[in-house]
């Protein structure tokens, strides 16, 4: 790590008390999880703390717009901060003196993070808009290579002109090879701004595209579970195609055709200049395009198809539902279903490519009726001698500079659709709250075992459904060993999920050593706690790495142990001892739920928390795996804080403490009320009863 990444912790901290944001500072300065700080540190930093910003070289023109102090990271040398007075701009030196400083001697490779605004309780509505408009510089090159590339496209038709009235007309053949050298030119002009032009344009929606998924995949990570799961998978999908929706439309050829649309007066213009009121029947061609066009778009809509939704949830009902409908022997009636909408999704689709290719036809006749009629109508002026032949020639070369962009702007109308409808979503998307919407600074204490406490949590997953918690409300001394046990669906994982913070109660609240939870830094407090959830979670890579997950700096040593405590040593054992071993990987494809459970609790041990959660550690083990999570379990008490559900006798019964949830409501908290099943063995199924009684 550069001498220079060491030192961007305290500039960090500088930067936000210039800022004004003295709480922020003091608890990045309190956070000792992060202290080799890079830019890409401090990209996450400002971004966490809702600050917007954009990263630039020295030399940038919005440097001058710069209303906070900002910070400049040169390349291999101390950042420093930087504030801009008038026309001058001043570096930081020391506590509050600031010196003048000429941005213009650094070099390109310097970063400047420009605070652009700060965090505020204002949403801004027009998120979309604002994005974009940080992108502002492709819009002069590619208005000036558009009209360099009218003008030039208006050469050839000169060229012609020129031939027809001069060489032929003029009988001067001694002027061709110059008219001839001069379209040479013209073209290798055109073409050559046409593909800077394209090149921009791609490069610009490319960037612009990876700015929306970044956006988009950020919000997403830090978006309320509960919000999350309520709108689905498939719409978190939506979101993310809304960036692909917006590269399209750029860089496609509907992006250049709507560019072009303004210049289309460049040829106007020169129609009007070389015939006079000649140049009436483009326009008025034109605007029997549009309405003819705006009718057929409705009737190619009327058949856009309808059925594709289902046909994809046939597909997905397919995939997830297999085993069942083999295991139901009715893969016949299914297969008849299908079949049925794969007919309709055809005919359907037939209909709607029908539709698409009559416009196609009637935008190209229309195109070509531009035409024709300008030659029939200018005839008369030729005729007339009021324009050379010449000249109508080029007019109706010229015809094509016209209706070749319009046609293309209207095709990609749907794409435009498209487009209004994913940047509405875009900024819906990001007016709705986040995780780090509040100010949550705390951060946990490491050193000893926290106490746990419910105040009154009711929590439902929908406004219209039962609680899954009502009123819960329980003291958890610190290193306390807990077991939450009830019947199936009483909410004890609900519980475990609201003391990782991962569910928000409506109502009463949860606290960490006193403190609400919703004090503390999401993300920090998430790192500190472990929690291993029921049903295994494996990410493709190797063992080491799906344990990693939890806590990325951990040593292979810390991983075996880890995978030891939680009973996992046959598993390690039959995988020859290897970290390296692809869970998802041909030979392991299956890994069993006991198995992803040792990887589950793995991931919880390694962190070596004073508060852990743990949902269901203990599904039908072998007797010895299960020993030797219970004697892990018991040793962490007075260590650790633990609470975790279970079925198991065996594991509840070492617990310090039993909460028993009916229908999400506390029915007791406090000792196992009678140790004497354990005296006098019973069969498990008593034992749970006498609990549960
Ligand atoms: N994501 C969710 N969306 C809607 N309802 C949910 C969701 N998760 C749980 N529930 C409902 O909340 C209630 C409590 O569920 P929870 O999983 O907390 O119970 P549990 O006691 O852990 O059950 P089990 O012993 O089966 O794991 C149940 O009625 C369940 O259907």
Same mark, same amino acid.
């Given at each position: 790590m550069s001498q220079a990444s060491l030192e961007l912790k305290p500039l960090i901290i500088t930067l936000f008390k210039q800022l004004g944001l003295y709480t922020q500072a003091?608890?990045?300065?309190?956070?000792?999880?992060?202290?080799?700080?890079?830019?890409?540190?401090?990209?996450?930093?400002?971004?966490?703390?809702?600050?917007?910003?954009?990263?630039?070289?020295?030399?940038?023109?919005?440097?001058?717009?710069?209303?906070?102090?900002?910070?400049?990271?040169?390349?291999?040398?101390?950042?420093?901060i930087v504030r801009r007075q008038g026309n001058v701009f001043e570096k930081l030196q020391g506590e509050n003196t600031w010196q003048p400083i000429d941005l213009t001697q650094l070099n390109d490779k310097a970063n400047v993070f420009l605070v652009e605004s700060l965090p505020s309780s204002k949403k801004n509505v027009q998120a979309f808009a604002a994005q974009m408009s940080k992108r502002t510089k492709w819009y002069r090159p590619v208005f000036w290579l558009s009209l360099l590339s009218s003008i030039t496209g208006l050469a050839v038709p000169l060229f012609t002109m020129a031939v027809y009235d001069r060489v032929i007309g003029g009988q001067t053949p001694s002027i061709l090879p110059s008219i001839a050298l001069g379209s040479v030119?013209?073209?290798?002009? !055109?073409?050559?701004?046409?593909?800077?032009?394209?090149?921009?344009?791609?490069?610009?929606?490319?960037?612009?595209?990876?700015?929306?998924?970044?956006?988009?995949?950020?919000?997403?990570?830090?978006?309320? !579970?509960?919000?999350?799961?309520?709108?689905?998978?498939?719409?978190?999908?939506?979101?993310?195609?809304?960036?692909?929706?917006?590269?399209?439309?750029?860089?496609?050829?509907?992006?250049?055709?709507?560019?072009?649309?303004?210049?289309?007066?460049?040829?106007?213009?020169?129609?009007?200049?070389?015939?006079?009121?000649?140049?009436?029947?483009?326009?008025?061609?034109?605007?029997?395009?549009?309405?003819?066009?705006?009718?057929?778009?409705?009737?190619?809509?009327?058949?856009?198809?309808?059925?594709?939704?289902?046909?994809?949830n046939a597909m997905s009902e397919l995939s997830k539902n297999l085993l069942q409908l083999k295991a139901a022997g009715d893969t016949e009636g299914w297969?008849?279903?299908?079949?049925?909408?794969?007919?309709?999704?055809?005919?359907?689709?037939?209909?709607?490519?029908?539709?698409?290719?009559?416009?196609?036809?009637v935008a190209h006749s229309l195109s070509l009726f531009t035409a024709l009629i300008t030659v029939f109508t200018g005839i008369? !002026?030729?005729?007339?001698?009021?324009?050379?032949?010449?000249?109508?020639?080029?007019?109706?070369?010229?015809?094509w500079r016209i209706t070749g962009p319009a046609q293309l702007a209207f095709s990609s109308k749907q794409k435009f659709?498209?487009?209004?409808?994913?940047?509405?979503?875009?900024?819906?998307?990001?007016?709705?709250?986040?995780?780090?919407?509040?100010?949550?600074?705390?951060?946990?204490?490491?050193?000893?075992?926290?106490?746990?406490?419910?105040?009154?949590?009711?929590?439902?997953?929908?406004?219209?459904?039962?609680?899954?918690?009502?009123?819960?409300?329980?003291?958890?001394?610190?290193?306390?060993?807990?077991?939450?046990?009830?019947?199936?669906?009483?909410?004890?994982?609900?519980?475990?999920?609201?003391?990782?913070?991962?569910?928000?109660?409506?109502?009463?609240?949860?606290?960490?050593?006193?403190?609400?939870?919703?004090?503390?830094?999401?993300?920090?407090?998430?790192?500190?706690?472990?929690?291993?959830?029921?049903?295994?979670?494996?990410?493709?890579?190797?063992?080491?790495?799906?344990?990693?997950?939890?806590?990325?700096?951990?040593?292979d040593q810390e991983i075996i142990q880890a995978l030891i405590d939680a009973g996992g040593q046959s598993f390690f054992n039959s995988i020859n001892n290897d970290l390296s071993v692809d869970l998802l990987g041909e030979n392991n494809a299956m890994l069993s739920a006991i198995e992803g459970s040792y990887i589950n609790l793995a991931r919880a041990l390694v962190k070596q928390s004073p508060l852990l959660l743990l949902d269901e550690p203990l599904p039908h083990r072998n007797p010895t795996s299960k020993a030797t999570l219970i004697n892990t379990l018991t040793n962490l008490k007075g260590h650790s804080t633990v609470l975790f559900t279970s079925h198991d006798q065996d594991l509840i019964q070492q617990a310090d403490k039993v909460i028993i949830l009916d229908k999400g409501a506390v029915v007791y908290a406090g000792p196992i009320p009678d140790k004497t099943p354990q005296e006098q063995p019973t069969s498990s199924a008593e034992q749970e009863s006498s609990i549960n009684g």
């Open positions: 003091s608890n990045i300065a309190s956070d000792n999880s992060h202290n080799d700080f890079n830019t890409l540190e401090v990209s996450r930093l400002l971004k966490k703390h809702q600050i917007s910003f954009s990263v630039i070289h020295p030399s940038a023109k919005n440097l001058h717009l710069a209303i906070h102090p900002f910070l400049v990271i040169p390349e291999n040398e101390a950042g420093f030119l013209a073209i290798g002009v !055109l073409v050559s701004t046409r593909l800077v032009r394209a090149q921009i344009l791609a490069t610009t929606s490319n960037r612009f595209a990876r700015d929306l998924s970044e956006i988009t995949f950020y919000r997403l990570l830090h978006m309320p !579970l509960m919000v999350l799961s309520r709108v689905g998978i498939s719409n978190h999908i939506a979101r993310m195609r809304n960036a692909e929706k917006v590269r399209m439309l750029l860089s496609g050829p509907g992006g250049g055709g709507l560019v072009d649309l303004p210049f289309t007066l460049i040829a106007l213009l020169a129609i009007m200049f070389l015939s006079g009121w000649l140049v009436l029947v483009p326009i008025g061609m034109l605007l029997l395009y549009y309405l003819v066009m705006k009718l057929l778009t409705r009737y190619v809509q009327a058949a856009s198809p309808t059925i594709s939704g289902e046909y994809q297969q008849t279903k299908f079949i049925r909408q794969a007919r309709e999704n055809s005919r359907q689709n037939f209909l709607y490519a029908k539709r698409n290719g009559l416009n196609a036809a008369f !002026l030729v005729l007339d001698q009021s324009i050379s032949p010449g000249a109508l020639i080029a007019c109706v070369m010229m015809i659709t498209m487009m209004d409808i994913a940047v509405k979503q875009f900024d819906r998307f990001m007016q709705a709250n986040t995780e780090q919407s509040e100010l949550r600074l705390d951060t946990p204490d490491n050193s000893k075992p926290p106490a746990v406490a419910f105040q009154h949590v009711t929590l439902r997953y929908s406004a219209e459904g039962e609680p899954a918690l009502a009123g819960v409300n329980v003291e958890i001394e610190p290193g306390e060993l807990v077991a939450i046990i009830g019947p199936n669906a009483c909410g004890k994982s609900t519980l475990l999920l609201s003391a990782l913070g991962v569910l928000d109660a409506q109502a009463g609240f949860v606290t960490i050593n006193g403190k609400n939870l919703k004090q503390y830094d999401t993300a920090i407090f998430r790192q500190w706690a472990g929690y291993s959830p029921s049903q295994p979670d494996i990410f493709p890579g190797t063992l080491a790495e799906n344990i990693r997950i939890a806590k990325p700096n951990a040593t």
